[in-house]
Nanobody, 120 residues
């Protein structure tokens, strides 16, 4: 049974920082984070693969850093210089192939329960 458990969400002022944590029971090729703001579709925010490849959506490049500690089975996005538009529910996700959003549908085999990030 695959488990992904997020923590670390909360409220922060614009320009502030937060680090989310996702503890996982199994490692997959592709792991990362989706987010969904109220009234909007999902975005694949950041992805890290077992071969070391890292991808970010353009809107968070230079501000978010994703990393993974396999010894602790923990995935992190460090988020800095947060903006109002970063407010969303953030979901940890994992897939044996890749994380993607196709025709508005987020694709990943495994999901966490989500953690709220509010920038205001």
């Amino acid at each position: 049974h695959v488990q992904l458990v997020e923590s670390g969400g909360g409220s922060v002022q614009p320009g502030g920082s937060l680090t989310l944590t996702c503890t996982y029971s199994h490692e997959f090729k592709a792991m990362g984070w989706f987010r969904q703001a109220p009234g909007k579709g999902h975005e694949a925010v950041a992805e890290i693969t077992t071969d070391g490849s890292i991808d970010y959506i353009d809107s968070v490049k230079g501000r978010f850093t994703i990393s993974k500690d396999n010894a602790k089975n923990t995935l992190y996005p460090q988020m800095t210089n947060l903006k109002l538009e970063d407010s969303a529910m953030y979901y940890c996700a994992a897939d044996p192939r890749e994380l993607a959003v196709v025709a508005g549908t987020p694709l990943a085999d495994h999901w966490g329960q989500g953690t709220q990030v509010t920038v205001s």
